[in-house]
């Protein structure tokens, strides 16, 4: 178990709806990552946010959008949704700003099926 | 162009074989990770790897960053079925924050 919580674990929606995915990071971690995994893609960053603020961004979608709230936890919207956002959408967190050392713990990931 | 090529794709071997896996680039990295994924399950951070040249064991696994900075290896030995995962390297461009992940190499170990 790494610490980080998120829900739900499975979600199935069809195409142009809307959902909201969850994450709680580990106590004490200021930094969560949001990742989309598929067969075709492999494991691609979408967003970072420590301490609230946004650090950075990856190749997030405009129909994507993040925020991270004053406990921290964050949430992943995805709206407009399309046969092609089928995936597993993982949620990271770490102690720091991020950079290439510091290590991430991931959640368990929510997979998301668009009908 | 992936900025980190992982290689082989697939692996499927017997109980006790030993395997070397590769993480490639053509960039030079001030530091490498590699973590595992176990089937519905997030990545786990197994290495940190932060000198060219480098070698860190990790009981039955051996890490190797390359004298360049630009490529590393991951050996297994002796390699039983709880081994069974995809193996995934990271890093974080120079002067980015952004981390970016190889497509990984799945490995299957046979009992």
């Known amino acids: 178990d790494s610490g980080v919580t998120q829900t739900p674990k499975h979600l199935i929606t069809a195409t142009g709806q809307r959902v909201t995915l969850r994450c709680s990071p580990r106590s004490g971690d200021l930094s969560v990552y949001w990742y989309q995994q598929s067969l075709d893609q492999g494991l691609q960053f979408l967003i970072q946010?420590?301490?609230?603020?946004?650090?950075a961004k990856g190749n997030i979608l405009e129909r994507f959008s993040a925020q991270q709230f004053p406990d921290l936890h964050s949430e992943l919207n995805l709206s407009s949704l399309e046969l092609g956002d089928s995936a597993l959408y993982f949620c990271?967190?770490?102690?720091?700003?991020?950079?290439?050392?510091?290590?991430?713990?991931f959640g368990p990931g929510t997979r998301l099926l668009v009908l | 162009t992936q900025l980190l090529e992982q290689s082989p794709q697939f692996l499927s071997i017997q109980e006790g074989e030993n395997l070397t896996v590769y993480c490639n680039s053509s960039s030079v990295f001030s530091s490498l990770q590699w973590y595992r994924q176990e089937p519905g399950e997030g990545p786990v951070l197994l290495v940190t790897v932060v000198t060219g040249g480098e070698v860190k064991k990790l009981k039955r696994l051996t890490f190797q960053f390359g004298d360049a900075r630009k490529d590393s290896s991951l050996h297994i030995t002796a390699a039983q079925p709880g081994d069974t995962g995809l193996y995934l390297c990271a890093t974080s461009p120079r002067g980015s924050y952004i981390p970016t992940f190889g497509r990984g190499t799945s490995l299957i170990v046979h009992p």
């Open positions: 990271a967190s770490s102690v720091g700003a991020g950079g290439g050392i510091e290590t991430q713990y």
């Open positions: 946010y420590y301490n609230g603020e946004e650090r």
